[in-house]
């Protein structure tokens, strides 16, 4: 779905191409995880901002975050175009994946906004 991109914070709810968009109506499961708990959108925002601060995207940051994690061998990415695969490969192939910093942010911002999907 992309929601922790950020694309569906904009105030028109993203680009007509995103997935929640495209397919709006006919993805029924989505919808009703994502969209109704007002504290998606305010997590989503908090990790955005935290990305944006540490020089990343929030795709990068969270792809770096599973990838960081000891017990993961591997991440199941989901682009669905070129732009979206070039960033997520470029994302796992540069830097360190989460610095002991970044990673409490990122504990602070889950302890703030716990299990915001179901």
């Known amino acids: 779905m992309g929601l922790l991109t950020g694309k569906y914070l904009a105030p028109d709810g993203g680009p007509p191409s995103a997935r929640l ?14 969209g109704p708990k007002p504290n998606v959108h ?3 925002a908090a990790y955005a901002e935290l ?17 960081s994690h000891p017990l993961v061998a591997s991440a199941v990415i989901g682009a669905s175009d070129l732009q979206q695969l070039q960033e997520l490969l470029a994302a796992a ?3 360190p994946l989460v610095d002991e910093q970044l990673l409490a942010d ?11 999907t179901p």
């Open 93 to 95: 192939a540069t830097g």
């Open 42 to 44: 305010a997590a989503v």
């Open 106 to 116: 990122i504990d602070r911002i889950h302890q703030h906004y716990p299990n915001p």
């Open 21 to 34: 968009n495209k397919y709006k109506g006919r993805y029924a499961e989505a919808e009703s995880r994502y």
């Open 51 to 67: 990305a944006c601060q540490c020089g990343l995207t929030p795709t990068a940051m969270a792809l770096r975050f599973v990838l």
